[in-house]
């Protein structure tokens, strides 16, 4: 990139030259030393400026590092507990894919903003019904619709090859992606998003009513990215940072009475006072979570 000093300089010794035509050659060369003086001064201000900027762009390389990690282990799982599902759907055997459905949907819940982020793979996995064109409409939701709603795995093969197919492309695509600590931070915030307009509504899991898996999931999502950038947050700002892990306790606490065994009870046997609260604990860390990208220059 071109340096904007030189202009400036070249003009400044121009004009000193001119004005100095008969008088003492000192007092050019004094004035001409300083311009050179300030001219390496603007340009080493340049170098350190770049230099910080390059450290600050490496500050995060820790936790992108660690987000990838996490992502790739996340998405491993849900490609092995999906095929067991799949294989459940193929065989015909109803209860066995329902126990297995809300367990593998959690390992993509983690990390939805990853897919999110691969063009057409979030809605081919994740799409409900209404959420794309009926002929475009496959992926978990479709299956879940049958099992559920229509008592049947009749016609659902294709669909469940499909989804192992679009799971496996989804860890494919991963090993390549760009990741930052932007991408992390705004998926943080999206995971609450997510949690907030179709998890605590109960819209997500309209047919079978394992909400409180993909609440849960989500969450620990924006948990593990909080996590990995909670020392450079505490770094900048002390109070913020423990401000959004008091809020996150908080909410996680409300969700624990919800627990049965591995998993959660149906959303059917919440209380409006039930979604009430966990509302009020969600709206109280996103809140905060929305200013760690802002404080952290991501």
Not at 7 to 25: F, H, K, R, Y
Not at 287 to 295: A, I, T
Request: charged share 30%; net charge negative.
């Amino acid at each position: 990139m071109r340096k904007s000093v030189t202009l400036p300089a070249v003009v400044m010794v121009t004009s000193v030259l001119l004005a100095a035509c008969g008088n003492d050659g000192a007092a050019v060369n004094k004035v001409s030393e300083k311009t050179a003086v300030t001219s390496e001064a603007q340009t080493a201000s340049q170098d350190t400026s770049k230099a910080g900027q390059e450290a600050t762009a490496a500050d995060y390389s820790v936790a992108v590092e660690g987000y990838r990690t996490f992502a790739v282990e996340q998405i491993d799982a849900f490609v092995k507990e999906t095929e067991k599902f799949t294989e459940a759907v193929k065989a015909g055997d109803l209860e066995k894919a329902k126990l297995l459905y809300a367990p593998a949907r959690m390992y993509y819940e983690r990390i939805e903003p990853v897919a999110e982020a691969l063009g057409d793979l979030d809605p081919n996995i994740d799409a409900r019904d209404g959420d794309v064109e009926a002929a475009d409409w496959r992926g978990f939701h479709r299956i879940e619709k049958a099992l559920w709603a229509d008592k049947t795995t009749d016609g659902m093969s294709e669909y469940a090859d499909t989804l192992l197919s679009d799971a496996k492309l989804l860890r494919a695509k991963v090993e390549t992606m760009d990741i930052d600590a932007s991408l992390m931070v705004t998926g943080a915030v999206e995971l609450l998003n997510e949690v907030s307009s179709s998890k605590v509504t109960g819209e997500e899991e309209r047919y079978s009513h394992t909400d409180l898996y993909d609440f849960a999931a989500n969450v620990e999502g924006a948990r593990e990215i909080y996590n990995l950038l909670k020392d450079d947050l505490a770094a900048k700002d002390k109070q913020l940072n423990q401000q959004i892990a008091d809020r996150f306790e908080a909410l996680e606490k409300e969700l624990a009475p919800f627990k049965d065994g591995d998993g959660y009870v149906s959303y059917e046997k919440l209380k409006d006072e039930d979604v009430r609260k966990l509302s009020q604990n969600l709206d109280a860390l996103a809140e905060p979570l929305s200013n760690m990208g802002q404080v952290l220059g991501v």
